[in-house]
């Protein structure tokens, strides 16, 4: 059974950064797709970026593109998210999740299989 641990989310300014981590275990091997999603309050978890099981590929929305890097330590079993030019409205609970399917639109929740209890990060103005 796989299980995710994710951390660093906090209280900051807007513009400033954040670094997210999501431990994964019981994984059998490197075949995973990993993202990342967020929730904020009154509002469904939408997908904020994914990387593929070679690293070699990510995606990401649209509206954190050019702010928001999704990389992966196989090694160390870890996925972060580093967050830059964080705004008010990236104010949510992020949240990583795991999937073996292929040929998927990987934006989805219903398309992951494995999740975290998430972390709160807060960006005030």
């Known amino acids: 059974q796989v299980q995710l641990v994710e951390s660093g989310g906090g209280l900051v300014q807007a513009g400033g950064s954040l670094r997210l981590s999501c431990a994964a275990s019981?994984?059998?091997?490197?075949?995973?797709?990993m993202a990342w999603f967020r929730q904020a309050p009154g509002k469904e978890r939408e997908f904020v970026a994914v990387i593929t099981p070679s690293d070699t590929i990510t995606y990401y929305a649209d509206s954190v593109k050019g702010r928001f890097t999704i990389s992966n330590d196989n090694a160390q079993n870890t996925l972060y998210l580093q967050m830059n030019t964080l705004k008010p409205e990236d104010t949510a609970v992020y949240y990583c999740?795991?999937?073996?399917?292929?040929?998927?639109?990987?934006?989805?929740?219903?398309?992951?299989?494995?999740w975290g209890q998430g972390t709160q990060v807060t960006v005030s103005s």
């Open positions: 999740a795991a999937t073996r399917k292929n040929f998927i639109s990987y934006t989805r929740t219903n398309e992951y299989d494995y």
């Open positions: 019981g994984r059998t091997d490197n075949s995973y797709y």
